[in-house]
């Protein structure tokens, strides 16, 4: 959801206002000019527009932000290389950020009835202003944008004004506590919920930004044993989300109002998603966001893009590499060249309008896969399940007894990323590429398990939902539970030595026990006793080639990146203290009766 990830991000700075705009307009041949658009409230909203030095009559290009509308500049410089010529760009302030009037609220959520205000509302105002006053437009709109852009533009489907013809939502926060930005599968993500909010928050002009005292964030997190702690010394009550955190840590209604594929209806505009595989901030959005409208989309006005990227990676950069894994190709220069034939198809009737349903990339493979329907209705659900010695198997287990044991301590959690852990947005910071990491960091450690298969001796095409099935027990009340599907390398990889053995994480997420029963209500794991707990690994278009292996890790912490469960049942872990924090001991089972596995959709072999 972060700033520097709307489509024209370049550089961290991009949300910040940049130099000599008049100069930079007339250089890229736009006309600049701004205004204060009226919404129906009376509240007034700042818009940027960036008008081609052009005769014929245009479509316009809109993006709402929180992140400051000057970035349309950006966008008009860069129009040609992202093949977004011929459109007037505009960008408009949300309400209570840099230039616009009204109140900011973090992930707005929809209005109750016909009454009052919203971003759709908002959306709709804007469009209505823009084709009515705005010279030389032909009178079709598309929207678009990345991140929280994108969940704005998401929302413009609601009730859509007449002249929005295109929209396309990319990596939408879809639901910000089953598995995007702040909470998933109610683990509170401790380290982006802590610091994006400090930075959104804490002023409208995003000029206060987060001052942690050390430079190793997982040393900085862990110093407070607490989150009451934490809150203290970053003076989080000053920041409405905080409040929302702490005083809504279950799946409620606070929660469910603000949940994108909850309130979205039939798509009645063209819409293209797109998302990554490896986005480490909202990969379930756009996913889920899809799923939703593609319910009732006879029309088959939805389409699907996936591909083998960071947050927003498609939007700007070549996407030839995320980290150490290489594509072979030119991923997000190829997204990019979709990407201009729809909105030029929607909005100025070239072209042949012939899109895939979905298009995913293979990264097991570097190919792009195109379905008629996702997850593919050919797809064959099988499970790999756990066995004695650290094995994994396409067969089910026989055994009467067996199981694995780890002690989680939540005074030395698993880090998620190798250290040290930069701040979240610092410009040393691995964050973009930390889902593609070498897991060998963690591989051998006493608080992860591990089970693998054999080199394969054919390739497994996932293509699907992934979903891993735990029945464990801990002596304590309470737990969080982390899977990882992980793709092992060879080891021997000509020409990539770096890769030889590397263990690739193909899809990993997390889920706090407490929420085992109901995603609304907590209740504590009677300890020592067997339960099922159900962590949904999401989707995946990814082939494990023949000569590599399937891996599975379980661990019961990620952090800093997901706070400490203290493993002792309490009402409200935003207020545990310290005391109820302690290392217990975890036990993952795999018998006939209790045969824990990971649950995957698979391709049958191609003849």
Partial sequence: MRHWFVLIAATLAVARPLPTAAQQAVDTGYAKSEAMIPMRDGVKLRVVILAPRAAAPLPILLQRTPYNANGAIGLARRAKELGLEGYIIVFGDIRGRFGSEGTFDMNRPPRAGSQGVDEST??????????????????????????????????????????????????????????????????????????????????????????????????????????????????????????????????????????????????????????????????????????????????????????????????????????????????????????????????????????????????????????????????????????????????????????????????????????????????????????????????????????????????????GDVVAHLYASTTGSDADWVGKLIDVYPDTVPGRPELQGYELMVTGDIMRGRYRNNWGRSEAIPPNTIQPFTVDLHQQAYTFQKGHRIMVQVQSTWFPLYDRNPQTFVPNIFQAPVENYKARVHRVYRTAHYPSNVEIDVLPPTP
């Fill in 122 to 463: 908002d959306a709709y105002d804007t469009i209505d202003w823009l084709v009515k006053n705005v010279p030389n437009n032909n009178g079709m709109v598309g929207t678009f944008g990345v991140s929280y852009p994108g969940w704005l533009t998401a929302v413009t489907g609601i009730g859509p004004h007449p002249a929005l013809k295109a929209i396309s939502p990319q990596a939408p926060m879809g639901d910000t506590w089953m598995g995007d930005d702040f909470f998933h599968q109610g683990a509170f993500r401790l380290s982006y919920g802590t610091e994006y909010t400090w930075s959104m928050e804490s002023s409208s002009d995003a000029s206060e930004d987060p001052s942690p005292s050390r430079y190793d964030l997982y040393e900085w997190y862990r110093s407070f044993p607490t989150l009451g702690a934490l809150a203290r010394t970053a003076r989080a009550d000053r920041w409405p989300s905080w409040h929302r955190f702490s005083e809504h840590p279950a799946y409620d209604s606070v929660w469910q109002a603000r949940a994108l594929p909850r309130y979205m209806g039939h798509a009645t505009v063209p819409t293209l998603v797109v998302g990554g595989w490896w986005d480490q901030e909202d990969e379930y959005g756009p996913l889920a966001h899809y799923a939703a409208l593609e319910r009732t989309d006879t029309a088959r006005l939805v389409h699907l893009v996936m591909g083998p990227w960071y947050h927003g990676q498609w939007s700007g950069d070549s996407g030839t590499a995320l980290g150490n894994v290489r594509f072979g190709r030119a991923t997000g220069v190829e997204y990019r060249e979709l990407q201009s034939r729809w909105f030029a198809y929607w909005l100025k009737g070239a072209g042949d309008g012939q899109f895939p349903e979905a298009w995913l990339f293979d990264a097991g493979t570097d190919t792009w896969r195109t379905f008629d329907k996702w997850p593919p209705a050919n797809a064959v659900r099988r499970r790999l399940y756990f066995h004695a010695d650290g094995a994994l198997s396409f067969d089910p287990p026989t055994a009467a007894d067996g199981s694995d044991q780890f002690t989680s301590d939540p005074t030395h959690p698993v880090p998620y990323r190798p250290r040290p852990v930069e701040l979240t947005y610092s410009r040393t910071s691995r964050w973009r590429r930390w889902e593609t990491e070498d897991q060998r960091f963690v591989d051998g450690r006493p608080d992860v398990l591990t089970w693998q298969t054999p080199p394969l001796t054919a390739d497994v095409s996932v293509a």
